[in-house]
């Protein structure tokens, strides 16, 4: 099965701080997904990356799949309460979708 | 966008009773469907794959017998928690896919007294 570890696996950020989130695969990833969310609430899209190299930004979100397609990482400028919650990336392998382990973030304001 | 559908949305029952959670494709067809659950302070794990007209297939670790899923048409999969008991808490989701894009159920908080 497809493993994907996420860091840190919880992340206390001061409002307006900027923070980085990982996501390392053990297989080639042919699509990574990032998700946000809250436990027990349903999942919020975030981005998608396909291509080595590629990187999307969606207000002040950015993702990023590196080169070998084995990492991505997730950053979030100028962090708000809002932006709190937990982040969880994601990928298809052989027909299945597995997620990461997870990353709990807490923006104090 | 296709939209998926979970009914019921949270349920609390006594233990012992058996819970039926719906998954329903609302305007597309889905062949197959995958069910995860998700305990507090942890990530959400791949369950079973259901596909229409056949049996589901589960991860190692998850008892089939008590985790009855049902695909009996293109538009509903159903999940069935036999014999609840409070181990069995948990928020259930289920998921579908047209070609790369993933589509999400939004998910059923289960607890179980």
């Known amino acids: 099965s497809q493993e994907l570890e996420q860091s840190p696996q919880s992340l206390i950020v001061q409002e307006g701080k900027n923070l980085t989130i990982n996501c390392t695969s053990s297989?080639?990833?042919?699509?990574l997904y990032w998700y946000k969310q809250k436990y027990g609430e349903g999942l919020i899209f975030l981005m998608m990356?396909?291509?080595?190299?590629e990187e999307k930004s969606h207000e002040k979100i950015t993702a990023k799949l590196d080169e070998k397609k084995q990492q991505s990482s997730l950053h979030i400028t100028a962090s708000q309460p809002s932006h709190a919650g937990i982040y969880l990336c994601g990928a298809a392998n052989f027909n299945k979708f597995y997620f990461g382990s997870g990353t709990k973030l807490n923006v104090k304001p | 966008g296709a939209v998926v559908s979970q009914h019921p949305s949270w349920v609390i029952c006594k233990s012992g009773t058996s819970v039926k959670i719906e998954c329903r494709s609302l305007d597309f067809q889905a062949t197959t469907m995958f069910w995860y659950r998700q305990f507090p302070k942890q990530s959400l794990m791949l369950m079973a794959t259901?596909?229409?007209?056949?049996?589901?297939?589960?991860e190692q670790g998850v008892e089939k017998d008590k985790f009855l899923i049902n695909h009996a048409s293109l538009t509903l999969s159903t999940l069935t928690v036999t014999s609840a008991h409070p181990e069995d808490s948990s928020f259930y989701i289920c998921?579908?896919?047209?070609?790369?894009?993933?589509?999400f159920g939004p998910g059923t908080r289960l607890t179980v007294l």
């Open positions: 259901s596909n229409e007209g056949s049996k589901a297939t589960y």
């Open positions: 998921k579908t896919s047209v070609y790369n894009e993933q589509f």
């Open positions: 297989k080639t990833l042919y699509g």
């Open positions: 990356l396909q291509k080595g190299g």
